[in-house]
């Protein structure tokens, strides 16, 4: 599903340097990324995504080479194929949490929102607990349940590779639990890989490995 060789990105000449010589994502696979703040996670999440792009080497998603796509295909690419948890939600306040679910269906002329894909937003939000505040805007909601219109935006394509940065890091406990086993069973369920950054070692043996992140500082290891 992903698959990095020989990366490298550098904020500007002076900013924050990754290197990433290899890393596979296989179709289906559940991988955790940990690592201290300011390691790089986001940023890596990012460059998979396509949002950020490489200063040499290669990110192959889904068969596509992802920087070799236009700013345009790019878009079109990680609206309809990638479902994305970031870490700050991301989420636009002039909608509701409705059209910020169905946000991938507006901006992607690819997919189209019919009576399935709403059916789904709203299944996905009911699973979530959030079923009767899909009316209210992102102000009107707490971090936690902000945190889950996003997980429901990341799902509701079914795309097949899900990233999510620190999505259950405003969750209790409980929650935590109930969003990861759903996060889970709707990727096993459209048969997607599940790259999430996660603070919460707990939830580690949930996941089939674990990517620490402190091997990817560059100059880590030689
Ligand atoms: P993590 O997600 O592991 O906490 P990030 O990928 O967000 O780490 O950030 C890695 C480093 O890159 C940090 O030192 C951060 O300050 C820096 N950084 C992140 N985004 C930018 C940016 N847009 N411009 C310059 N530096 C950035
Ligand atoms: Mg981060």
Redesign the pocket.
């Known amino acids: 599903m992903v698959r990095i060789e020989d990366l490298t990105f550098g ?2 000449a002076d ?2 340097r990754l290197r990433v010589p290899e890393f596979s994502l296989e179709d289906g696979a559940r991988v955790a990324v940990v ?1 201290p ?7 890596l999440l990012n460059l998979i995504a396509g949002i950020l792009t490489p200063e040499t080497g290669r990110i192959d998603v889904a068969g596509s080479e992802i920087s070799r796509l236009s700013d345009a295909a790019r878009r079109r690419f990680r609206a309809s194929q990638i479902g994305f948890v970031f870490q700050d939600f991301a989420l636009l306040e002039y909608l509701s949490a409705r059209q910020n679910i169905y946000y991938p269906y507006r901006i992607t002329p690819a997919l189209t929102l019919d009576v399935e894909a709403r059916d789904r937003a709203e299944a996905l939000a009911a699973a979530c607990g959030i079923g009767d505040k899909l009316d209210r805007h992102p102000s009107a909601l707490s971090q936690g349940e902000q945190q889950r219109v996003a997980i429901c935006r990341a799902l509701v394509t079914q795309p097949k590779l899900i990233l999510s940065d620190e999505a259950t890091g405003n969750l209790d406990p409980e929650s935590k639990a109930r969003i990861l086993d759903l996060l889970f069973d709707r990727a096993a369920e459209a048969g997607a890989a599940v790259l999430a950054v996660t603070h919460d070692h707990e939830l580690l043996p949930r996941f089939e490995r674990v990517l620490d ?1 402190a091997q990817f500082r560059e100059g880590a290891g030689s």
């Open positions: 904020y500007g900013g924050f690592g703040s300011g390691s790089g996670k986001t940023t992140f």
